[in-house]
């Protein structure tokens, strides 16, 4: 099983507004509710691939309820903390000739409401995959990452897709996979990478600290994976038109761990990665199977 872990998930209204003015009146041309955060949308990206996952993270309030009700129909499983205080947040982003983005503030998670999550994960084994990924809220320690890892079985294959501080503190667990695109790797780094060079050298690096596999996205530029063989594979990017950059590199994360399971092939899955980054940054929601399958034919 796959668990995705989503410690601050959100309702995403994504609004169309041809020249959004501040101050002013406007009117949506379209409108749109996803369910997000970004171990939910690993869990989406995989149920498309036909892959079961199990998606565990805090919710609270009637929003937090609309996610809940609106993955159970996606047949997505849940395994969800409920807690007392606050509400899960809505994230709206307006999409007009810029795009702008208002994130809510979450719930309330208490160190009670930790304790019920760890133990829910403390049901992962060897096999199991956990996901984990985006930040933490204020209202948790920045260390939460490394209290639930500290506690879970260290034969669960870590996956980390997370930013600068937070996954240099995880390496330690030696996650199965690390995704930085080629920016953050570059700050964690304090530097700024010019060349696919730069890029492997300091993907060498990462390892060094802990990781096995480290899958950088490059944008435009496509992926590359340095394997724990030490190994570099690499895989052009699909051409297209971004229209959403929300959810590619989790759909790129979700499509790698479909495709790896699937075969066991690291070439095959950076490809599917890939696609599944491509299918997402190329249309308004999360990668469909259709759409993954017909930038596949392209790559």
């Not at 989503?6 to 003015?21: E, M």
Request: aromatic share 6%; net charge negative; glycine share 10%.
């Amino acid at each position: 099983m796959i668990y995705t872990v989503t410690l601050n998930p959100a309702l995403d209204y994504v609004i169309q507004t041809p020249h959004f003015k501040t101050g002013q009146f406007n009117r949506n041309t379209s409108e749109h509710i996803y369910f997000g955060g970004k171990g939910i949308n690993v869990s989406c990206v995989l149920k498309e691939l036909g892959v079961e996952s199990t998606a565990v993270g805090f919710i609270a309030g009637f929003t937090g309820k609309a996610l809940r009700d609106g993955l159970a129909a996606m047949q997505i499983r849940t395994d969800l903390v409920e807690v007392s205080e606050g509400m899960t947040r809505i994230n709206v982003k307006v999409r007009s000739d810029d795009e702008t983005e208002i994130n809510g503030m979450g719930p309330v998670i208490t160190d009670d409401d930790l304790r019920v999550l760890i133990g829910r994960l403390k049901k992962a084994g060897p096999g199991d995959m956990l996901v984990i990924s985006g930040s933490i809220p204020s209202c948790l320690s920045s260390r939460t990452y490394e209290q639930i890892l500290e506690e879970i079985n260290p034969d669960v294959r870590l996956v980390v897709d997370a930013e600068k501080g937070l996954l240099l503190n995880i390496l330690r667990f030696h996650p199965f996979l690390i995704k930085p695109n080629s920016i953050e790797l570059g700050q964690m780094f304090d530097t700024v990478l010019n060349s696919k060079e730069e890029i492997i050298q300091h993907a060498r690096k990462l390892q060094e600290l802990g990781a096995r596999n480290v899958l950088v996205s490059m944008a435009a530029d496509g992926a590359l994976l340095l394997d724990e063989n030490g190994v570099v594979h690499e895989q052009r990017a699909a051409r297209g038109t971004v229209v959403n950059s929300v959810g590619a590199g989790d759909s790129m994360v979700a499509g790698f761990l479909a495709g790896y399971l699937e075969t066991g092939s690291y070439d095959h899955a950076l490809k599917l990665g890939t696609a599944c980054g491509g299918a997402t940054a190329f249309h308004s929601g999360l990668a469909t199977k259709q759409q993954i399958d017909e930038i596949m034919e392209m790559l």
